[in-house]
């Protein structure tokens, strides 16, 4: 007995001789035919023989592929193209390995160097499990700039007068700015001199830097202390008016 293989119902192109028939890659629902021959007998009708593709999983658009964090801070990717029935995958190599987490938003941990992840699709419906190709997301780490410095921590005035507060060898490659908290608190001045006009009791006042991509400064911000001198007491004269004689003294 023959077996033979039909890529049509009659006629068509013999695509292969024997019981076992395996196809070349298939990336669509096909019929094939198959039919027995014993020497000069052959089937009446051929077999059909259909194979179903699965629908693989798109490949996953990001809504970002780069996200651009400060030293410490963590990266959030969103899938995009998240749809019902499919399941995203993220790894930290392009092909192989473990997945590190499955869903279609993912939060790095805190990170202090550039990393590169990857996600993959895979549907759920169908059986092609092997996911879709893997689509990099990069979380590109910028440094933080060290703590500035100040000209004088200690900067002392008279009541009323103002105070002069200043960065030492300030960058211009980064902003100042200053706050009147260790933490916190409120904005008051930006720049690497700060005026304070008009002093009339003792306070502090904070700065930090922030370079171009917003990483402020690591540490605690520097600290400028105002103290304000008293006034000295008006001077009391022995007496309100003295008579002497001319070219006296």
Do not use: M
Not at 36 to 60: D, E, F, H, Q
Not at 158 to 184: E, I, K, R
Request: charged share 5%.
């Amino acid at each position: 007995v023959v077996t033979r293989w039909y890529s049509a119902p009659t006629g068509g192109t013999l695509l292969f001789t024997g019981t076992t028939y395996i196809t070349n890659a298939v990336n669509a629902d096909t019929a094939f035919y198959v039919e027995t021959a014993n020497g000069a007998c052959t089937l009446a009708a051929r077999v059909r023989a259909t194979v179903t593709v699965g629908a693989a999983a798109p490949t996953p658009t990001l809504a970002a592929s780069n996200v651009n964090i400060c030293a410490g801070q963590r990266a959030i990717f969103n899938v995009t193209s998240a749809t019902a029935g499919i399941t995203y995958k993220w790894y930290t190599a392009l092909t192989g390995g473990a997945a590190i987490f499955t869903g279609p938003v993912f939060i790095t941990p805190a990170l202090n160097a550039t990393t590169v992840y990857y996600v993959e699709a895979t549907s759920n419906a169908s059986q092609c499990g092997t996911g879709s190709a893997r689509v990099a997301a990069t979380a590109s780490v910028a440094l933080n700039p060290t703590a500035p410095q100040l000209i004088s921590g200690n900067v002392s005035v008279c009541s009323g007068q103002d105070a002069v507060l200043a960065v030492q060898n300030p960058q211009a490659t980064l902003t100042y700015q200053w706050y009147d908290a260790a933490t916190g608190g409120t904005l008051v001045h930006t720049g690497a001199t700060f005026t304070v006009q008009a002093v009339t009791a003792n306070t502090s006042y904070y700065v930090q830097a922030v370079n171009n991509n917003g990483c402020i400064s690591t540490g605690a911000r520097a600290q400028a202390n105002i103290t304000v001198a008293p006034a000295p007491a008006a001077p009391t004269a022995s007496a309100a008016t003295i008579t002497v004689c001319a070219g006296s003294t």
